[in-house]
Nanobody, 126 residues
């Protein structure tokens, strides 16, 4: 069992930065690939970024590539999403998720994730 708790959301002006954190419980955290997803009002949940348990592979949605960086610290059971050059269209609830023993082919697929956090709101004003 893995429990995930996100933090770090808030209101920021366009062009600003935020760093989201995801605290994970469970001894086998390092066995999970970790991902960030987001859902804006009236829209479907979409993939943002993911990282393998060794951090060798990171994957990003085209819409955030070059602006967002995902990282993890297995010793602290933490996953981070550094978001720079934020745009109003980045406004959404951001969710942290964990996927057990995956391949990179499934890291973008929300339904393949086993555990989810409660989400944290990110609002970007123009």
């Amino acid at each position: 069992q893995v429990q995930l708790v996100e933090s770090g959301g808030g209101l920021v002006q366009a062009g600003g930065s935020l760093r989201l954190s995801c605290a994970a419980s469970g001894r086998t955290f390092s066995s999970y690939a970790m991902g960030w997803f987001r859902q804006a009002p009236g829209k479907e949940r979409e993939f943002v970024a993911a990282v393998t348990f060794t951090s060798v592979v990171t994957i990003y949605a085209d819409s955030v590539k070059g602006r967002f960086t995902i990282s993890r610290d297995n010793a602290k059971n933490m996953v981070y999403l550094q978001m720079n050059s934020l745009k109003p269209e980045d406004t959404a609830v951001y969710y942290c998720a964990a996927q057990y023993l995956t391949s990179t082919a499934t890291m973008k697929i929300g339904s393949r994730y086993d555990y989810w956090g409660q989400g944290t709101q990110v609002s970007v004003s123009s």
